[in-house]
């Protein structure tokens, strides 16, 4: 019985801790918008990066991207170039900065910042006149950044 427990409890720790190499958002190095190295030094989870990418709460890069390789996939908007070919037209580097944040790629774009936890115009002070303290925490985790750049990385034509 106490070994089971002791296993539960360290699950529950590995789950709740960032992967220790993990590069903090304000961390992040970019050079021209591109982010050479892996933000976990894993290599990303395609599949996961799918789900990443068509789930409201995380991604939802569909919400103004289609990708014809995922044709099960509602897209409720077009607002932004279709990401087919995308792996042809940019280098994984390219790729993770622009996920990272778009913004050091296409200057003033509308595109959400997903792997950013500061700078932002705090949401808030319209609901409650007051600013929240601290920082934000980023949209996506540096790991779920990985699994969608390694999904993009097959979006070739
Ligand atoms: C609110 C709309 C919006 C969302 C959500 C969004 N993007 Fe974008 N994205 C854009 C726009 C607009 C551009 C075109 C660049 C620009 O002018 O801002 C773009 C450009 C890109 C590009 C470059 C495409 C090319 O062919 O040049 C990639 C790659 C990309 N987005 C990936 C993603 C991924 C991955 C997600 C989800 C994690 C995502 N986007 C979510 C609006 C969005």
């Known amino acids: 019985m106490k070994r089971k ?3 539960v409890v360290a ?14 958002p304000s961390e992040v190095y970019f050079a021209e918008g591109k982010v050479e190295t892996s933000l976990t030094g894993m290599q990303g989870d395609a599949a996961n990066g799918v789900k990443v990418m068509t789930t409201a709460g995380l991604g939802n ?6 990708i014809a ?5 509602q897209f409720p908007g077009d607002i932004a170039p279709p990401l087919d070919g995308v792996a042809d037209r940019w280098t994984e580097a ?3 900065g622009i996920v990272a944040n778009a913004k050091m ?5 509308f595109m959400p910042a997903f792997y950013k936890t500061e700078g ?6 319209g609901y409650t006149g007051k600013a929240p303290e601290g920082d ?15 999904f993009l990385l097959t979006l070739k034509e």
Do not use: Y
């Not at 699950?11 to 903090?24: F, I, K, Q, Y």
């Not at 932002?120 to 002070?125: A, D, E, Q, V, Y």
């Not at 949209?139 to 390694?150: F, K, S, Y």
């Open 5 to 7: 427990l002791c296993l």
């Open 11 to 24: 699950v529950g720790a590995s789950l709740a801790t960032p992967a220790l190499t993990e590069v903090a």
């Open 61 to 66: 890069c569909v919400a103004c991207h289609t």
């Open 69 to 73: 390789a995922l044709p099960d996939v």
């Open 94 to 96: 390219e790729l993770r």
């Open 105 to 109: 790629t296409f200057e003033g774009s």
């Open 120 to 125: 932002f115009i705090r949401p808030g002070g």
């Open 136 to 150: 934000l925490p980023p949209i996506l985790t540096g790991q779920e950044i990985e699994d969608v750049v390694a």
